[in-house]
T-cell receptor, first 115, second 114 residues
């Protein structure tokens, strides 16, 4: 089966611009998660979708970040306007079953650099 | 609140030597524990997981980890390091249930010397 696909793999934008990251989960996976790793720090949870609904968005840093998952398939994460501190690697993951005891499948990540 | 501690940022071993990567966690309820590995330019790959069954968990590529509740630890080991094991390793903890987000440690980079 195809894995979790993220694109772009890299993005370099200027401060104040808008960037949209996309994640295509494994087909049939209802759970979709976004995580972020800022350089030198740990990977941190951003939010969790169950199908098209936001189950938990407690990790979203501020209202410059907007995540959507229309139709319960792919998801986008938009940063508008981007700030320097938004630089990092954004990971998407999906899982088939509620409860992380079964483990996620992660994508390769999008490396975002804001200059 | 959950947390994960991975002491140090880098471990270097010789090829064929024992690999030991330490992970300590804090959790108010019985946790689910995970080790993930990230090879260069790749995503996070699940190495192994503890889900309240056997305390000694075997994973892929010869890795294993032992859950020790009394020590709140879940250290990762491999008897004999291979050059291909060079990567970054992450320990993570989660609860069960609908809120299944992972809390990660800072990660540790493993280098393997020939």
């Amino acid at each position: 089966e195809a894995g979790v696909t993220q694109f772009p793999s890299h993005s370099v934008i200027e401060k104040g611009q808008t960037v949209t990251l996309r994640c295509d989960p494994i087909s049939g996976h209802d759970n979709l998660y976004w995580y972020r790793r800022v350089m030198g720090k740990e990977i941190k949870f951003l939010l969790h979708f169950v199908k098209e609904s936001k189950q938990d968005e407690s990790g979203m840093p501020n209202n410059r970040f907007l995540a959507e998952r229309t139709g319960g398939t792919y998801s986008t994460l938009k940063v508008q306007p981007a700030e320097l501190e938004d630089s990092g690697v954004y990971f998407c993951a999906s899982s088939q079953l509620i409860g992380s005891g079964y483990g996620y499948t992660f994508g390769s990540g999008t490396r975002l650099t804001v200059v | 609140a959950q947390s994960v501690t991975q002491l140090g940022s880098h471990v270097s071993v010789s090829e064929g030597a024992l690999v030991l990567l330490r992970c300590n966690y804090s959790s108010s309820v019985p946790p689910y524990l995970f080790w993930y590995v990230q090879y260069p330019n790749q995503g996070l790959q699940l190495l192994l997981k503890y889900t309240s069954a056997a305390t000694l968990v075997k994973g892929i590529n010869g890795f294993e980890a032992e859950f020790k509740k009394s020590e709140t630890s879940f250290h990762l080991t491999k008897p004999s390091a291979h050059m291909s094991d060079a990567a970054e390793y992450f320990c993570a903890v989660s609860h069960t249930g609908a809120n299944s987000k992972l809390t990660f440690g800072k990660g540790i980079t493993l280098s393997v010397r020939p």
